[in-house]
């Protein structure tokens, strides 16, 4: 069995690795073999698998990349992850994509699936769009078309039909992916010191580059590890932290808030692994039960519109509940519109009923962690004295 180091180690190598060697060797594994790359929060990843494509997290390009080419398409008042993924388009490191999906995250996206039709005008693009309301008969209905649109897409790209049969497989690929992560997660909120959530993080990352399938075995892989491990226990805060949906967090800055004394027990990363709350059903009609899981048993963030006001905020509770944490970190990248809009309501919620929060912002190039480490650690601090008063 694998060592809790040398999973970590392999998970690193895929997180630095910005030209996507590993979608280069799936691809070449067997000719004719296509990957379709996403931005974050969520697409139906089921169905670029069922029509035997690799789905590709792309992210960004972290505190790696500098931006030079990209910053000439956007303006200096919002995020950076659009200038850096227009960076790597234009830089060639995305040239193993055969498509690019851009879900409905901000308006910001939506613009950048329009650049990208402009620049790759080679490439399949498409902007992903959600429902706003709930209805089965509405919203649902309206869903079910996007997935059939791109469903009759991508077929046309592989070139052969996308049988109901084969969807249902991949949802049943997508479910034990989830599972293997949701069991993770649950290991590291009994006991995160045996877990640390840089270790969690780099797990993530890596699906999204391999095969989901593979994935599940190397979750699995680190859970065993990391069990038979022994590691210290330390008096930190646990804390849920919030806002990282969508532009990554530098790693450096997840090890900063853990070096300052804060457990973080549950989160937002990476949103596409978690989105779904429950096992789709895998069999009878695929897309009208995907379009029922996303309406009925999806997570809340920013990026997904909330019809009834009432629930604002209630998602965000359960977890602190759940997870027995006993404060929130709210890490929102500057000029994220979607975090930054609703974290004032988050607060309202947490403090009506005595959650303690703080808050900052950063960028997926943050570099200088110092002032991000001294905050959390006198959030932490605060958290213990307070708690043992």
């Not at 959600?130 to 919203?139: A, K, L, N, S």
């Not at 990026?303 to 965000?316: I, P, S």
């Not at 509770?317 to 000029?335: C, H, I, M, T, Y």
Request: aromatic share 10%.
């Amino acid at each position: 069995m694998s060592t809790v180091q040398e999973i970590v180690e392999r998970c690193q190598v895929l997180y630095d690795d910005l030209q996507f060697e590993t979608v280069k060797r799936w691809k070449a594994a067997v000719p004719g073999r296509k990957a379709i790359g996403y931005m974050p929060v969520y697409v139906p990843r089921e169905i670029i698998h069922a029509a035997g494509m690799l789905p590709v997290g792309i992210l960004g390009g972290g505190d790696q990349l500098e931006v030079i080419q990209g910053d000439a398409y956007y303006q200096s008042y919002i995020c950076r992850i659009p200038r850096s993924t227009i960076e790597l388009g234009l830089t060639g490191r995305l040239d193993c994509m055969d498509g690019m999906l851009f879900p409905s995250i901000c308006d910001v996206i939506r613009n950048l699936s329009g650049m990208w039709q402009l620049l790759f005008k080679d490439k399949y693009v498409r902007y992903i769009d959600v429902p706003q309301t709930y209805e089965d008969d509405i919203g649902g209905r309206f869903y079910i078309q996007e997935m059939q649109t791109l469903r009759e897409d991508l077929a046309s790209l592989a070139g052969r039909e996308i049988t109901d049969a084969q969807i249902n497989a991949s949802i049943e690929v997508y479910n034990e992916n989830r599972r293997a992560l949701n069991e993770l997660y649950a290991y590291r909120a009994q006991q995160p010191w045996q877990a640390p959530t840089s270790e969690v993080y780099l797990l993530q990352r890596a699906g999204m580059v391999l095969p989901p399938e593979e994935h599940t075995v190397l979750l699995r892989e680190y859970l065993e590890a990391a069990k038979a491990e022994e590691r210290p226990i330390r008096d930190n805060a646990r804390v849920v932290l919030n806002g990282t949906f969508c532009e990554q967090p530098p790693l450096g800055l997840i090890k900063s808030i853990e070096m300052a004394g804060c457990y973080v027990v549950e989160d937002d990363f990476v949103l596409v692994s978690r989105w779904l709350l429950e096992d789709v059903p895998s069999d009878g009609d695929p897309l009208d039960n995907l379009s029922k899981a996303f309406l009925h048993h999806s997570a809340a963030t920013s990026a997904k519109y909330e019809a009834r006001k009432e629930d604002k905020g209630q998602f965000l509770l359960k977890q602190v509940r759940d997870n027995g944490a006993e404060g929130v970190v709210f890490a929102a990248p500057s000029f994220c519109d979607p975090a930054l809009l609703e974290r004032p309501m988050l607060q309202e919620v947490l403090a009506a009923n005595n959650v303690p929060y703080t808050a900052f912002k950063y960028a997926e190039n943050s570099g200088q962690m110092a002032p991000i480490r001294e905050q959390a650690g006198t959030f932490a601090d605060s958290i213990k004295l307070w708690s043992a008063a």
